[in-house]
């Protein structure tokens, strides 16, 4: 017996009477036919077609860029800014991280980046005039220019086989330059930074800051170190000062008055050209990294934004802000002709206020 679609197939067996008995009707299976619907077909199809679709997409088909693209600004928020001079009227120059050199020609207004070949952190840059500059830092690196910053060269310097961090440079009438840094770097130039000259004997101490006032170098260093050269750099002596931190700054008004600052809120002062030094330091003012001097008085500034006032001869001192910003640390600090710039945090670098004069700062000219 046969049943279409669902179908019962019979075998005829011999029953179990005999061999030539009535057979009889046994089920062997049951089958049933099958159809695959339309909606069933897409949902197999679809899914390998849309695959190869992307991959034509991705292969094939290359988007073309709209619109134009946004400028990166000269002065970006991860820059920040270790050093600076203000060479002429107007003429604002600036060094710190990554090897990042930027110009000012109009007082700080507009900005230009200058090509360097390096990638390390500068950590302070000097000026003989608006074309001729040096700049230094990590790594021992020395960089020069003769052109205003179109091309910034670097020249080699005498380095040590442990550390070589340069921290500091001041450029002198004449072409002469000193800079210092890590292991007792204590690096002279007398021709616009060409060539370099080690003045001491490497040693564990790293100097921090290095100054003119008169005709006497002086020069600042970890752990209280204080030295002092009469003679141009051929001859150092130690100084003894009241305290044993680190100091980070010197400047001179004259041949007598000066003011060292350092960590921990550090600040000496002086009136007899180095011989004694009296201790005004504000330890809640925090670590202090340069001071400067001008008609008014004393300048110094450090971590947390603190800009410290002191009268002009060094003995009291006030507790301000430099640009406003609690976060920000200032390395530096450079005026002349009306304002004040501070090193730090790219945005803080344009920062002014107007003094009466010119300030002089610990690299004397």
């Known amino acids: 017996m046969t049943r279409t679609n669902d179908r019962y197939e019979y075998m005829h067996c011999l029953s179990a009477g005999g061999s030539g008995g009535n057979s009889v009707a046994v089920p062997m299976t049951r089958t049933r036919s099958t159809s695959i619907s339309p909606g069933r077909l897409a949902a197999v199809l679809v899914p390998p077609l849309v695959i190869a679709a992307l991959l034509y997409a991705g292969l094939f088909i290359k988007p073309s860029p709209s619109g134009q693209a946004v400028p990166t600004p000269p002065i970006e928020r991860r820059d920040s800014f270790f050093g600076l001079d203000l060479p002429a009227p107007g003429v604002i120059w600036a060094a710190g991280s990554r090897g990042k050199i930027v110009r000012s020609d109009d007082g700080g207004k507009g900005w230009t980046v200058q090509s360097t070949p390096v990638a390390e952190h500068l950590q302070d840059l000097a000026a003989w005039d608006e074309h001729r500059a040096v700049t230094v830092g990590n790594q021992g690196v020395v960089l020069r220019t003769d052109d205003g910053g179109s091309h910034w060269t670097a020249v080699p310097v005498p380095r040590s086989e442990v550390a070589n961090k340069l921290l500091r440079v001041i450029a002198l009438q004449g072409g002469r330059a000193f ?187």
């Open 179 to 365: 800079a210092v840094g890590e292991m007792g770097a204590l690096l002279a130039s007398d021709d616009f930074g060409q060539c370099w000259r080690r003045l001491v004997a490497e040693r564990d101490v790293g100097f921090n800051a290095v100054a003119l006032a008169g005709d006497t170098l002086w020069v600042a260093g970890e752990a209280g170190t204080l030295m002092r050269s009469d003679d141009g750099g051929g001859t150092w002596r130690a100084v003894s000062v009241p305290v044993a931190a680190s100091l980070t700054g010197v400047a001179f008004r004259d041949a007598l008055h000066g003011v060292v600052v350092g960590l921990e809120g550090t600040l000496l002062s002086t009136d007899d050209g180095g011989a004694r030094w009296h201790d005004h330091s504000m330890r809640g003012a925090g670590h202090l990294y340069d001071v400067a001097v001008d008609g008014e008085g004393w300048r110094a500034v450090g971590m947390r934004d603190v800009l410290l006032r002191g009268t002009p001869d060094g003995s009291r001192w006030v507790v301000e802000r430099a640009t406003g910003s609690s976060l920000a640390w200032h390395s530096k600090l450079v005026g002349r002709d009306g304002g004040w710039l501070y090193a730090g945090p790219g945005p803080s670098l344009v920062a002014q206020t107007a003094p009466d004069r010119a300030p002089r700062t610990g690299g004397g000219s």
